[in-house]
């Protein structure tokens, strides 16, 4: 069975310093994983996918997540935050090629200090 | 494309009422999805269909609930009668499974509220 557990329920970072958002996975396949993000009232935006290609992901607005299988980790980083990051974000997992069956994590709030 | 459409944006209604939620999934995707996100029990997969044929519906709440895909560009979910319990965000997702590319395509959601 699969699962997907984020690390921490809320982040907050200063402006212009790194982001790090954890996610460790469970999955009995190899699993294809996701970032997403959702500003508040909005839907869920894809930020990056990992689906057996390079390990190192680069999403949109200067994020990228790393898969290690080792670690059975898939974190979520950007060297320097923005103001406009502030959002929850979701890691998710899916197994094998199928889009049919996914997990999400539970979300972490991320929260930018000025 | 202008993505996965659903409407209506905000829904206010008065329990006991029947609701239909709207999704119109991006062209040439064959998976669409229902989930329900609320603060206590976060994103929920409702039901998930594949070639307009619904797969997997265990995420459905109850009897209350009920959804439909009569073809390729559309998708309604119901909810008949409504209660202040069922008061969330309810989005639907698209994606082309099958594709090493997929990837999952919301829309921007229904936050229904039921007084």
């Known amino acids: 069975a699969q699962s997907v557990t984020q690390l921490d329920s809320h982040v907050s970072v200063s402006e212009g310093t790194p982001v790090l958002l954890r996610c460790n996975y469970s999955s009995s396949y190899s699993p294809s994983l996701f970032w997403y993000v959702q500003h508040p009232n909005k839907g869920l935006q894809l930020l990056l996918k990992y689906t057996s290609a390079a390990t190192l992901v680069k999403g949109i607005n200067g994020f990228e997540a790393e898969f290690k299988k080792s670690e059975t980790s898939f974190h979520l980083t950007k060297p320097s935050a923005h103001m406009s990051d502030a959002a929850e974000y979701f890691c998710v997992v899916s197994e094998g090629s199928s889009a049919s069956k996914i997990i999400f994590g539970s979300g972490t709030r991320l929260s930018i200090r000025p | 494309d202008a993505g996965v459409i659903q409407s209506p944006r905000h829904e206010v209604t008065e329990m006991g009422q029947e609701v239909t939620l709207r999704c119109k999934p991006i062209s040439g995707h064959n998976s669409l999805f229902w989930y329900r996100q609320t603060m206590m029990r976060g994103l929920e997969l409702l039901i998930y269909?594949?070639?307009?044929?619904?797969?997997?519906d265990s995420g459905m709440p109850e009897d209350r609930f009920s959804a439909k895909m009569p073809n390729a560009s559309f998708s309604t979910l119901k909810i008949q009668p409504s209660e202040p319990r069922d008061s969330a965000v309810y989005f639907c997702?698209?994606?082309?499974?099958?594709?090493?590319?997929?990837?999952?395509?919301f829309g921007s959601g229904t936050r229904l509220t039921v007084v």
């Open positions: 269909f594949n070639n307009n044929v619904p797969i997997d």
């Open positions: 997702a698209s994606s082309f499974e099958g594709s090493p590319d997929y990837g999952y395509t």
